[in-house]
């Protein structure tokens, strides 16, 4: 009932709180310290965006969210070969249960459950993601083969793969190549940090 779809996304929640911060947030502020020294420089955290920088970011989603919804649908109706049936049934399972998890995440049933997603989803996931994905092993992979465009497709992959969303790995790996360009382009992790939770809080129905 509603109630426990409402208990069962406020224990997501914290889940996600969780992760974001233990698994994400600490681990690539740790790494870069390790690393590079100084974290905040060494992530590109320790400059401002730029309005008319966040306001082009916007501008692209919008332009490009056509385009963007025709890849979605185009991988979600994507099949398998018959003899592959066993492996796509498991997928599609695994793609149900993912997506129940984040329709009960999603679930706005309060303005405190609203502000609670927004922390979630948008900040927290933003920044402990592209910490990890862009301000970490990006630059690691750049810095051992010096090829910007193979740190940010790769670290892509690894980003789509991750979320284990079968039916939405290239849109996410497309999205994932733009957080990495944005870096490539801006040196400021704070860009692809806007970007991220820009595209994730779009995804929230009140």
């Not at 706005?108 to 997603?117: D, K, Y």
């Amino acid at each position: 009932d509603s109630s426990t779809s409402r208990g069962l996304g406020d224990v997501y929640k914290r889940q996600m709180y969780l992760q974001n911060i233990g698994m994400f947030i600490l681990p690539a502020w740790i790494a870069a310290t390790l690393f590079w020294g100084n974290a905040g420089k060494s992530l590109y955290l320790n400059k401002a965006p730029r309005i008319i920088e966040l306001l082009g970011i916007i501008a692209l989603f919008i332009v490009a969210t056509p385009a963007l919804n025709r890849i979605v649908e185009w991988n979600e109706a994507m099949h398998l070969p018959e003899a592959l049936y066993n492996i796509e049934q498991w997928m599609r399972q695994q793609e149900n249960a993912a997506t129940k998890i984040t329709e009960q995440i999603l679930q706005v049933n309060s303005f405190s459950h609203f502000l609670a997603v927004i922390f979630g989803i948008g900040i927290l996931t933003g920044i402990g993601e592209e910490m990890i994905f862009r301000g970490v092993l990006q630059r690691i992979v750049q810095d051992k083969n010096h090829r910007a465009h193979v740190a940010v497709w790769i670290c892509a992959f690894l980003f789509s793969a991750i979320h284990l969303q079968f039916y939405g790995f290239i849109p996410r790996l497309l999205l994932g190549a733009f957080f990495g360009y944005l870096l490539v382009w801006s040196k400021n992790l704070w860009l692809p940090i806007f970007a991220h939770l820009f595209n994730n809080l779009s995804l929230i129905h009140i």
